[in-house]
Every structure is written in C-alpha cells, then in structure tokens.
C-alpha cells in the first residue's frame, strides 16, 4: 500500500521544492515528479513540511490528567502539525527511576498519537539536589535532562549534573531561574508590572543563572540547552558563549516572539507565563538571534492547565499557555508573512533545527529512507483560533480569537494521517 501526496511545494533540506511525495507504509519512498500511488492526497496550493519538532511539552500525564493527557497533548501536536517532542518530567510521580522512566515511555507510546520523547530530570524530584543515575535512566530511554519549571539553585549541584552529563552523553535543558533574585514576581519588572501593580520578575534572575551555567558548561564540556530564553542579556550571553566554543544551544518559545509585556492587556492570566512576557527590546533580541543563529531553534512550552486555574488574574493563576495548536499559524502570520523570517527558515527552526541540535536522527527530515511523519500546511486562507477547535484539555492562551494563515491541513505519523482539518 503506498500514498503520495501530490502537487504540494515541499520543504526539504532548507529549500522549497514543487514535487510528491511517495509513502510506503511507514516510510517515505521517494520525492520528486510524477509520482504516483495506491492513494493520493491532493497538495495542490498547500506547503508539504516534515513533521514538526516540539522539545517542550508538558502532558501532565500522570499525575493532572485534568490538565491535559498524553493522548489530548499529543492531539494537540498533530493538530499543530507536530510529529515528534520532548515531554518534560513534572509530572506525578516525577520519573526519578529507571523504572518510572521506562513506564513513561510505555504511556506515551501506547497513548500517544506523535512520537514523544521522555525527558528524565536532572536532579530527584526536580528541586533537590540529588543528581540521578544518569546512565541507568538513558538505558531505560530517557533522551535528555531537565528539571523544567524549577531552576537549579546549588551551582555544585549543576556542576556534578553537567559532568555526568556529559559523562553519559546526556543534554541538560535548563530553565534558569535563581530563585534570591526571582522573588515571587508574577509578570516582568517595568511599566506594566506598575500599572497592575503585581510583583516583579527581574531579568537578572534569568541572566545570572544562563551566566553561572556557561561557565560551568565550558569547564565540563557538558552540551547545556537553555530553555525559553527570554532577556536580550540571555541572547547576548548565548552568542558569546558559543564564539568561545561552548557547547551551548537554546530555544525560543512562540509567545515571546509573539507577546510583549506592553501588549498584556489587563490583569488576565492567560498572558502569565514563566519567564514572562519581556519588553520589545529583549523582542528585538530574540528575532535577531533566531536570524543570526544565536537561537537554535523554537520549542513551544506547551503548558496546559485547567479554565479555573487561570481564572482570578495574575496573583492567583498558574504560570504557563498551550501553545501546539497555535505556533505555526501565529508566527507563520506575524513573520513570514511581513517578510521579516523566510518560510525556509522558520520551517527549519521548527523541525530539522532541533532534531539536528539534539542529536535526533529520525525526525525533523523529508526525504527518502526517512520516517513517513508530514505536516501539510495551508497558507493562502485566513483563520481565526477559536477556541472550540483545540484538541488539548487546556484553552489558556491568549492567541483565541486572533486570525492567522498557516493553518495544519493534515498530520501525519510513520505513515499514518492521525489528524484531518476538519474532521
Ligand atoms: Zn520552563
């Protein structure tokens, strides 16, 4: 049984090339012209991508499965046109073992509609400062480190993490946040935090930690991956890292090339997230890194919760927005369409980008041999995000209601179509 999807404009290997695409069961067969096969997907007029990479997801699943689960996240990642992430490990229990991390991985296989690869974290329960049996738990499939959500607070603690890290041949994603300077704030420090009167978040919290980090990364040789960098310091901090040679990588989420401080509109939580909306000067940053290659890729920080969580405003909500659903769309309008990000770029950022940084050979890729996971995009009709639509549990973004281009038409996973517009 073989399909093609017929008469698309393809992405692959950094060009955009009209041409098919032939499917036999899990694979691809071939790209090129005038192919064809048992079945075919008309592409005519729509952009053909590999799958897209997510390393940023949480999927609450076990634990708050209220939230979200494995199987609405990943949904959510085929209804954004995603085919592969990386689910990070604040869940219940937190997968502290090799066997808690094996049992992950049955659940996302089993339930998950993508691909999903299992992070283990980097110290027991996230915030202690035991660091883990790093080899016993890549052995039992965990792809990468995190303590996501948490900072680490010992710089010892991250210097024994990143030597066995790198021991193991493990990347340590990190959400930096010194806590003494971090102080409890809820949205960035500046003009709008003073207008809403909420406490703030200080820059330097971030900063000081990416700082302590590169060094210890650069006296240990650990690859170390900055997650959601939000500061135009941080951007400053990577770039000069990596002239130095410092095996550093770094990601940007959507909503801080998207948002900024200035356009939070009220104290309404769906724009409290952590690190929060910065200023459109560390905006600027953020676009300059991803052009320059400071930035390695985008990774969304899907981060589910439930409607009465969010509710009560800033003090009150949980930190975090969904974002699978909506990231294509919503920078595909705002960048590509202005000309400011190239289509070839963006669609890198998002799928062979991080496979290549992350050392991750099966996805991120379209062309022949290669795992059948596709995205087939609609750019040419405006939509608007409505919130009926979502496939996740969580409806917290700030994105609803806003029209986009870029719309998924079809996802598709080791050769099978797991989400259709419209059905
Ligand atoms: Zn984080």
């Known amino acids: 049984m073989t399909t093609v999807i017929k008469n698309g404009t393809v992405y692959q290997n950094g060009r955009l090339i009209k041409a098919d695409v032939l499917i036999e069961n899990n694979k691809i067969k071939a790209v090129g012209e005038n192919l064809s096969g048992d079945q075919v997907i008309d592409a005519t007029d729509k952009l053909v991508s590999p799958g897209l990479v997510d390393l940023h997801v949480h999927y609450r699943e ?32 937190v997968p502290n073992t090799p066997d808690l991390i094996e049992n992950m991985i049955k659940l996302n296989h089993e339930k998950g509609l993508v691909h999903i690869l299992q992070y283990a974290p980097v110290t027991k329960d996230q915030t202690s400062d035991e660091v883990l049996d790093y080899a016993a738990l890549k052995k039992a499939g965990a792809f990468a480190l995190s303590n996501d959500g948490h900072g680490i607070q010992n710089a010892q603690t991250m210097y024994l993490a990143m030597k066995k890290a790198k021991e193991n041949n493990l990347i340590i994603a990190a959400h930096c946040q010194d806590d003494s300077l971090y102080q409890k704030g809820v949205i960035n420090e500046g003009a709008k935090a003073k207008e809403l009167n909420l406490p703030e978040i200080s820059g330097l919290a971030e900063t000081t930690q990416i700082a302590r980090d590169l060094l210890l990364a650069q006296e240990t040789g650990c690859h170390y991956h900055i ?30 090339l998207l948002l900024t401080d ?162």
């Open 262 to 423: 200035s356009d939070i509109p009220s104290d309404n939580a769906y724009y409290k997230m952590n690190p929060p909306l910065r200023s459109k000067e560390d905006q600027a940053a953020l676009v300059v890194g991803l052009l320059d290659g400071t930035i390695d890729f985008i990774a969304t920080d899907h981060a589910p919760h439930a409607k009465n969580e969010k509710d009560g405003g800033f003090m009150k909500a949980a930190f975090g927005i969904t974002g699978s659903e909506t990231a294509f769309s919503t920078l595909y309008t705002k960048y590509v369409k202005t000309g400011i990000i190239k289509l070839e770029k963006l669609l890198s950022l998002m799928s062979d980008a991080p496979a290549e940084k992350f050392g991750l050979t099966s996805c991120g890729h379209l062309e022949a041999g290669a795992e059948a996971d596709i995205a087939i995009f609609d750019l040419e009709h405006e939509t608007t995000l409505e919130e009926k639509d979502y496939a996740s549990k969580g409806v917290n973004t700030p994105f609803t209601g806003k029209k986009v281009y870029g719309e998924t038409v079809m996802t598709m996973v080791s050769g099978k179509v797991v989400y259709t517009r419209g059905e």
């Open 227 to 256: 997650c959601h960098v939000s500061k135009a310091a941080s951007v400053e901090l990577v770039r000069m890292a990596k002239s130095r040679g410092i095996n550093v990588t770094c990601e940007a989420a959507p909503h801080y």
């Open 62 to 93: 076990p634990g708050q499965t209220y939230k979200e689960d494995i199987h609405t996240g990943s949904m959510a990642a085929a209804r954004g046109g995603f085919t592969t992430v990386g689910a990070m490990p604040n869940v219940t229990p």
